[in-house]
């Protein structure tokens, strides 16, 4: 298989660290994941990673807590799993980089874009903590803005479900499944593909996003590939 792209940006959730503890990190699942995304490293794809903190800290959730304190504990969140996956990559021979939108020199780089497109080109692995720096931003809205700054052609959104449905398919049987949409329609429809301040924003930049399941084994090479699995939402 030949990859379709040459820089993507790889957005997964925290709960698809967690396997089926649904809390914390499951190691032999990381590990899946990191073997996931060394496929498709080696084959020539350069790759960006923005990973959620839901499998640690959920803040919308959170009660009688101030917004802004509780995103920030979801960003420390993002750290826990990006020093993580980083470690799974690095055991397997991934040379990776985490960035942090918040500065804390002991574990990880502070963002700077120029520095990790040439990480990139470097063909390193870079993963993207901390969300953008600043609460009330979601990692869906991280994951929109970095691709942005660093050029992706296309977001590879890693989820438990495997494509975009009108409903939710685990309580609606009568859900219809996407093979393919536009921003617009996702904007339209209210469709939670990611939130609308994130689809805004590939909308605009012209980013794509494909939307499959991480649970199955070389999903993410296939996406990378273009194979027709999940959902594809562009611009037209």
């Not at 709960?15 to 990381?30: M, Q, R, S, Y």
């Not at 509780?70 to 990776?96: C, F, H, K, P, R």
């Not at 449905?165 to 219809?176: E, L």
């Amino acid at each position: 298989m030949k990859p379709k792209y040459k820089r993507i940006l790889l957005k997964l959730s925290g709960e698809a660290l967690a396997g089926d503890k649904h809390f914390g990190i499951d190691n032999p699942t990381v590990k899946k994941v990191a073997a996931q995304i060394k496929e498709v490293h080696e084959a020539g794809v350069e790759v960006a990673i923005v990973v959620g903190g839901g499998n640690f800290w959920r803040g919308r959730t959170s009660e009688n807590m101030d917004r802004a304190t509780a995103d920030y504990i979801g960003m420390l969140a993002t750290v826990m799993n990006s020093m993580a996956l980083q470690d799974a990559l690095e055991e397997i021979g991934v040379d990776t980089r985490v960035q942090s939108a918040i500065e804390m020199r002991e574990v990880a780089e502070t963002y700077v874009r120029r520095r990790a497109m040439r990480h990139l080109e470097k063909n390193r692995v870079v993963i993207f903590g901390a969300g953008t720096g600043s609460p009330f931003f979601s990692t869906d809205t991280t994951a929109a803005l970095r691709a942005a700054e660093i050029s992706a052609e296309v977001i590879m959104l890693a989820k438990k479900i495997d494509a975009v449905y009108s409903d939710d398919p685990n309580t609606n049987p009568d859900a219809v499944k996407y093979d393919e949409l536009t921003h617009t329609q996702v904007l339209e429809q209210d469709l939670k593909v990611m939130d609308s301040t994130a689809a805004a924003l590939c909308r605009d930049n012209d980013i794509a996003i494909h939307v499959f399941a991480l649970a199955e084994e070389g999903n993410v090479m296939k996406a990378v590939c273009g194979e027709k699995i999940g959902t594809i939402v562009k611009g037209r």
